[in-house]
T-cell receptor
Framework: DVKVTQSSRYLVKRTGEKVFLECVQD?????MFWYRQDPGLGLRLIYF???????EKGDIPEGYSVSREKKERFSLILESASTNQTSMYLC??????????FGQGTRLTVV | GEDVEQSLFLSVREGDSSVINCTYT??????LYWYKQEPGAGLQLLTY?????DMKQDQRLTVLLNKKDKHLSLRIADTQTGDSAIYFC??????????FGSGTRLQVQP
Protein backbone atom coordinates (compact mmCIF):
# COMPACT_ATOMS: atom_id res chain seq x y z
CA ASP A 1 0.00 0.00 0.00
CA VAL A 2 1.15 3.47 -0.91
CA LYS A 3 2.35 5.42 2.09
CA VAL A 4 3.38 8.99 2.79
CA THR A 5 4.03 9.62 6.47
CA GLN A 6 4.34 12.97 8.16
CA SER A 7 6.10 12.94 11.50
CA SER A 8 3.49 14.84 13.50
CA ARG A 9 -0.27 15.32 13.28
CA TYR A 10 -0.29 18.36 15.57
CA LEU A 11 2.44 20.78 16.57
CA VAL A 12 2.45 23.90 18.73
CA LYS A 13 5.51 26.14 18.49
CA ARG A 14 6.49 29.56 19.74
CA THR A 15 7.17 32.57 17.55
CA GLY A 16 10.82 32.64 16.50
CA GLU A 17 11.43 28.93 16.94
CA LYS A 18 13.02 26.86 14.19
CA VAL A 19 10.54 24.18 13.14
CA PHE A 20 11.16 20.97 11.22
CA LEU A 21 8.37 19.08 9.49
CA GLU A 22 9.40 15.67 8.26
CA CYS A 23 7.91 13.58 5.47
CA VAL A 24 8.82 10.07 4.39
CA GLN A 25 7.49 8.06 1.43
CA ASP A 26 7.97 4.38 0.75
CA UNK A 27 7.12 4.30 -2.96
CA UNK A 28 10.54 5.22 -4.40
CA UNK A 29 8.99 8.35 -5.94
CA UNK A 30 11.22 10.92 -7.54
CA UNK A 31 8.96 13.88 -6.81
CA MET A 32 8.07 15.26 -3.40
CA PHE A 33 6.09 18.36 -2.49
CA TRP A 34 5.13 20.56 0.43
CA TYR A 35 1.83 22.41 0.36
CA ARG A 36 0.05 24.49 2.93
CA GLN A 37 -3.73 24.50 3.19
CA ASP A 38 -5.74 27.44 4.46
CA PRO A 39 -9.53 27.88 4.42
CA GLY A 40 -10.77 29.39 1.17
CA LEU A 41 -7.30 29.32 -0.38
CA GLY A 42 -6.99 25.64 -1.21
CA LEU A 43 -3.54 24.13 -1.41
CA ARG A 44 -0.60 26.37 -2.15
CA LEU A 45 2.75 24.97 -3.18
CA ILE A 46 5.66 25.93 -0.95
CA TYR A 47 8.56 23.90 -2.34
CA PHE A 48 9.07 20.78 -4.38
CA UNK A 49 11.88 18.44 -5.30
CA UNK A 50 12.44 16.30 -8.38
CA UNK A 51 15.52 14.53 -7.11
CA UNK A 52 17.82 14.11 -4.16
CA UNK A 53 19.50 17.39 -3.16
CA UNK A 54 17.37 19.21 -5.70
CA UNK A 55 14.71 21.76 -4.75
CA GLU A 56 12.59 24.34 -6.47
CA LYS A 57 10.50 27.16 -5.09
CA GLY A 58 6.76 26.94 -5.37
CA ASP A 59 4.28 29.78 -5.12
CA ILE A 60 4.89 30.81 -1.50
CA PRO A 61 8.46 29.90 -0.47
CA GLU A 62 9.11 32.94 1.73
CA GLY A 63 9.93 32.01 5.31
CA TYR A 64 10.52 28.35 4.42
CA SER A 65 13.37 26.15 3.30
CA VAL A 66 13.60 22.45 2.47
CA SER A 67 16.06 19.60 2.58
CA ARG A 68 16.18 16.39 0.57
CA GLU A 69 19.26 14.40 1.50
CA LYS A 70 17.67 11.03 0.75
CA LYS A 71 15.14 10.07 -1.91
CA GLU A 72 12.50 8.98 0.58
CA ARG A 73 12.65 11.98 2.91
CA PHE A 74 11.68 15.61 2.32
CA SER A 75 11.88 18.07 5.19
CA LEU A 76 10.23 21.48 5.46
CA ILE A 77 11.98 24.01 7.69
CA LEU A 78 10.51 27.15 9.15
CA GLU A 79 13.63 29.17 9.97
CA SER A 80 11.88 31.48 12.44
CA ALA A 81 8.25 30.57 12.95
CA SER A 82 5.68 33.34 12.79
CA THR A 83 1.97 33.37 13.61
CA ASN A 84 1.05 33.73 9.92
CA GLN A 85 2.59 30.30 9.37
CA THR A 86 -0.13 28.70 11.46
CA SER A 87 -1.67 26.31 8.95
CA MET A 88 -2.19 22.73 7.82
CA TYR A 89 0.91 21.43 6.03
CA LEU A 90 0.57 18.61 3.54
CA CYS A 91 3.38 16.55 2.06
CA UNK A 92 2.94 14.61 -1.17
CA UNK A 93 4.97 12.40 -3.47
CA UNK A 94 4.57 11.21 -7.03
CA UNK A 95 6.39 9.58 -9.87
CA UNK A 96 6.64 11.68 -13.04
CA UNK A 97 3.35 12.13 -14.92
CA UNK A 98 1.30 10.50 -12.19
CA UNK A 99 -1.05 11.40 -9.41
CA UNK A 100 0.27 12.72 -6.11
CA UNK A 101 -0.16 10.74 -2.90
CA PHE A 102 -0.60 12.75 0.27
CA GLY A 103 0.34 12.34 3.89
CA GLN A 104 -2.23 12.88 6.63
CA GLY A 105 -1.15 16.46 7.24
CA THR A 106 0.46 18.36 10.11
CA ARG A 107 -1.56 21.06 11.78
CA LEU A 108 0.93 23.64 13.02
CA THR A 109 -0.02 26.35 15.47
CA VAL A 110 2.47 29.14 16.13
CA VAL A 111 1.79 31.09 19.31
CA GLY B 1 -0.61 31.03 -16.15
CA GLU B 2 -2.13 28.38 -13.98
CA ASP B 3 -5.35 29.03 -12.13
CA VAL B 4 -7.99 26.58 -10.97
CA GLU B 5 -11.32 27.78 -9.58
CA GLN B 6 -14.13 26.06 -7.71
CA SER B 7 -17.19 27.17 -5.83
CA LEU B 8 -16.67 26.91 -2.08
CA PHE B 9 -19.79 25.13 -0.91
CA LEU B 10 -22.48 22.69 -2.07
CA SER B 11 -25.34 21.23 -0.08
CA VAL B 12 -27.44 18.26 -1.26
CA ARG B 13 -29.90 15.79 0.23
CA GLU B 14 -28.96 12.17 0.73
CA GLY B 15 -29.84 10.14 -2.37
CA ASP B 16 -29.63 13.10 -4.75
CA SER B 17 -26.85 13.60 -7.27
CA SER B 18 -24.08 16.09 -6.54
CA VAL B 19 -22.26 18.01 -9.23
CA ILE B 20 -19.04 19.80 -8.32
CA ASN B 21 -17.63 22.15 -10.93
CA CYS B 22 -14.13 23.37 -11.67
CA THR B 23 -12.62 25.70 -14.25
CA TYR B 24 -8.99 25.95 -15.22
CA THR B 25 -7.02 28.31 -17.40
CA UNK B 26 -3.99 26.39 -18.66
CA UNK B 27 -4.85 24.78 -21.98
CA UNK B 28 -1.71 22.61 -21.79
CA UNK B 29 -3.15 20.59 -18.90
CA UNK B 30 -2.46 16.93 -19.54
CA UNK B 31 -4.18 15.35 -16.55
CA LEU B 32 -7.00 16.60 -14.36
CA TYR B 33 -7.68 15.11 -10.96
CA TRP B 34 -10.33 15.00 -8.28
CA TYR B 35 -9.23 14.57 -4.69
CA LYS B 36 -11.36 14.10 -1.56
CA GLN B 37 -10.41 15.34 1.89
CA GLU B 38 -12.32 14.09 4.89
CA PRO B 39 -12.13 16.03 8.18
CA GLY B 40 -8.69 15.88 9.77
CA ALA B 41 -7.20 13.82 6.96
CA GLY B 42 -4.93 14.27 3.98
CA LEU B 43 -6.08 14.23 0.38
CA GLN B 44 -7.22 11.01 -1.23
CA LEU B 45 -7.23 10.60 -4.99
CA LEU B 46 -10.76 9.86 -6.23
CA THR B 47 -10.33 9.78 -9.97
CA TYR B 48 -8.55 11.45 -12.84
CA UNK B 49 -9.03 12.05 -16.53
CA UNK B 50 -6.59 12.47 -19.38
CA UNK B 51 -6.97 15.63 -21.40
CA UNK B 52 -7.77 13.66 -24.56
CA UNK B 53 -10.91 12.19 -22.94
CA ASP B 54 -14.22 13.91 -22.39
CA MET B 55 -15.83 11.53 -19.92
CA LYS B 56 -14.83 8.93 -17.40
CA GLN B 57 -17.13 6.84 -15.23
CA ASP B 58 -16.13 4.93 -12.12
CA GLN B 59 -19.02 3.42 -10.12
CA ARG B 60 -20.95 6.38 -8.64
CA LEU B 61 -18.48 8.93 -10.01
CA THR B 62 -18.68 10.55 -13.44
CA VAL B 63 -16.09 13.04 -14.61
CA LEU B 64 -16.90 15.32 -17.55
CA LEU B 65 -14.27 17.40 -19.30
CA ASN B 66 -15.07 20.24 -21.69
CA LYS B 67 -11.70 21.31 -23.08
CA LYS B 68 -13.13 24.10 -25.18
CA ASP B 69 -14.54 25.82 -22.08
CA LYS B 70 -11.78 24.49 -19.77
CA HIS B 71 -14.46 23.10 -17.49
CA LEU B 72 -14.28 19.95 -15.39
CA SER B 73 -17.09 18.46 -13.32
CA LEU B 74 -17.49 15.61 -10.87
CA ARG B 75 -20.89 14.02 -10.53
CA ILE B 76 -21.61 11.78 -7.54
CA ALA B 77 -24.71 9.66 -7.99
CA ASP B 78 -26.86 8.65 -5.01
CA THR B 79 -24.91 10.90 -2.64
CA GLN B 80 -24.45 9.47 0.85
CA THR B 81 -23.60 11.14 4.18
CA GLY B 82 -20.15 9.51 3.90
CA ASP B 83 -19.53 11.64 0.82
CA SER B 84 -19.48 14.78 2.97
CA ALA B 85 -15.98 16.17 2.53
CA ILE B 86 -13.97 18.80 0.70
CA TYR B 87 -13.38 18.02 -2.97
CA PHE B 88 -10.40 19.49 -4.80
CA CYS B 89 -9.81 19.56 -8.49
CA UNK B 90 -6.21 19.76 -9.68
CA UNK B 91 -4.42 20.07 -12.98
CA UNK B 92 -1.05 18.80 -14.13
CA UNK B 93 0.63 20.54 -17.03
CA UNK B 94 3.94 18.69 -17.01
CA UNK B 95 5.91 21.72 -15.96
CA UNK B 96 5.70 21.49 -12.22
CA UNK B 97 3.60 20.25 -9.35
CA UNK B 98 -0.17 19.90 -9.39
CA UNK B 99 -2.14 23.12 -9.16
CA PHE B 100 -5.17 22.83 -6.91
CA GLY B 101 -8.43 24.70 -6.70
CA SER B 102 -9.66 26.14 -3.41
CA GLY B 103 -11.83 23.11 -2.73
CA THR B 104 -15.62 22.63 -2.59
CA ARG B 105 -17.12 21.64 0.72
CA LEU B 106 -19.92 19.13 0.07
CA GLN B 107 -22.52 18.84 2.80
CA VAL B 108 -24.96 15.94 2.55
CA GLN B 109 -28.14 16.34 4.54
CA PRO B 110 -30.02 13.24 5.73
Amino acid sequence: DVKVTQSSRYLVKRTGEKVFLECVQDMDHENMFWYRQDPGLGLRLIYFSYDVKMKEKGDIPEGYSVSREKKERFSLILESASTNQTSMYLCASSSPVAEAFFGQGTRLTVV
Amino acid sequence: GEDVEQSLFLSVREGDSSVINCTYTDSSSTYLYWYKQEPGAGLQLLTYIFSNMDMKQDQRLTVLLNKKDKHLSLRIADTQTGDSAIYFCAEYTGRRALTFGSGTRLQVQP
